[in-house]
């Protein structure tokens, strides 16, 4: 096998109508929208609509989608004891990983892969991720789970049930448009686990949970934790050249930069980038500012080695200043992404084949066994 075909680069796996990249140009579009005129003018609730149906919603069908999603923020009791004990001893994305599957117990459209029952249950699960992450959160801190708030959308309510108070809008407004962002991305390794999981005819909450497990790789969603530890661990700006260049020089990887398609921009990082300016112009002051940091650390990667920034490089500190902590910031994307994951579930459930690639052996040839007195 070339080492151009390692990791499947430009092998085509399926017809998609959801999400598009051009590498080489930059640009990121879902259903044919560009990401970044979503991220202006359309809210988090809209482009779900509009990647689980394939059209922006009228204002008749995105009320209804709104109570739709309103009506599943409140998880099942059963599940709420699950994560209150994983609290205790899981990591977040452990914890994800297992209440993508808790939420299937008593889900009444789990022995169901018809359209119409993905599609409820993939409005559930946009709905029910950020009220586990929240609750899972405030129990591990030892605080009482805070109710969600049916007055809220989805990005303030999903800060109210983190945080314990009221978000102010611009906060709220970042992390709206942070979700946008995360919400999908073409064949990345996350999606590709959900369609092979999906194309056994399996349900939707198994693809799910097939996919929150690759997510959680510090080379896939695992890489905005990443980034954010790096930050802390180099501590303040002037320390963040020579930390580049000495993992550089011992021929190491810095979260955060290189991507599999884009070959000149990530369009994703230049929205963050922006996002995160503005947020830690509003905001008091900081020290270290993770924001001046972070710009550093581009610059130099540039310098030494032509690599841009990937979508995790600026969320990172975003959301970290929005008040999730590190070891929260993979989950958020789960959360996020469920979205994405969900419609590729629909689209390969409606034009199935079973996912079966082949392998380049390059194990030993045929051989005969050795009889086993020869062995021992
Ligand atoms: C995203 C990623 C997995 C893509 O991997 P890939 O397409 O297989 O690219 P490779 O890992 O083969 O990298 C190609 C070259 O760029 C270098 N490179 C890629 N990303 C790098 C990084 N973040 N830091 C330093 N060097 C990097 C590799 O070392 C390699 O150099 P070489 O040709 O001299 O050996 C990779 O860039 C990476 O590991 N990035 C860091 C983790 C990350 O941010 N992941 C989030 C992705 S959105």
């Avoid at 501590?235 to 990887?253: C, T, Y």
């Avoid at 008091?284 to 540039?302: G, H, K, Q, S, Y």
């Amino acid at each position: 096998m070339p080492d151009s075909d390692k990791g499947l680069r430009g092998v085509v796996a399926v017809n998609s109508g959801i999400t598009s990249i051009d590498g080489e140009r930059g640009i990121l579009r879902y259903r044919g929208y560009d990401v970044g005129d979503l991220v202006e003018h359309c809210c988090f609730e809209e482009v779900c609509f509009l990647l689980l149906y394939g059209e922006l919603p009228g204002a008749g069908e995105l009320a209804t989608f709104r109570e739709d999603l309103l009506a599943a923020r409140t998880i099942p009791t059963e599940v709420e004891a699950v994560v209150d004990d994983s609290a205790h001893y899981a990591r977040p994305m452990e914890a994800m990983r297992s209440m993508g599957s808790a939420l299937s117990f008593s889900d009444p459209d789990k022995a169901s892969n018809a359209p119409d029952a993905n599609l409820r249950k993939a409005t559930r699960l946009v709905s029910q991720l950020p009220t586990v992450m929240a609750r899972y959160r405030r129990r591990y801190y030892g605080l009482e789970p805070v109710q969600p708030d049916p007055e809220l959308d989805y990005a303030a309510n999903f800060l109210w049930m983190l945080r314990g108070e009221m978000p102010s809008e611009e906060d709220a407004r970042v992390l709206d448009a942070v979700s946008i962002l995360h919400a999908d991305h073409e064949m990345n390794a996350s999606t590709f686990a959900a369609r092979v999981i999906a194309a056994t005819c399996t349900d939707m909450h198994s693809a799910i949970v097939g996919a929150i497990a690759a997510l959680k790789g510090p080379l896939h969603g695992g890489a905005n934790e990443w980034v954010m530890a790096t930050l802390k661990k180099i501590g303040s700006e002037d320390k963040v050249e020579a930390w580049v260049d000495d993992v550089l020089d011992r021929g190491e990887k810095i979260p955060g930069f290189g991507h599999a398609i884009y070959k000149v921009t990530d369009p994703r990082a230049i929205i963050l980038k922006e996002i995160g300016r503005k947020a830690f112009e509003r905001a008091d002051p900081i020290e270290p500012n993770w924001f001046a940091m972070t710009e550093l650390m581009e610059r130099r990667v540039f310098e030494r080695k032509g690599l841009v920034p990937n979508v995790d490089l600026y969320s990172a500190s975003v959301l970290y200043s929005l008040g999730f902590p590190i070891d929260l910031l993979t989950a958020l994307f789960a959360a996020n992404r469920v979205a994405g994951w969900a419609a590729h579930v629909i689209e390969q459930h409606s034009d199935n084949r079973i996912i079966r690639p082949t392998i380049n052996y390059i194990g030993p040839p045929a051989r005969e066994l050795p009889v086993s007195q020869e062995r021992a």
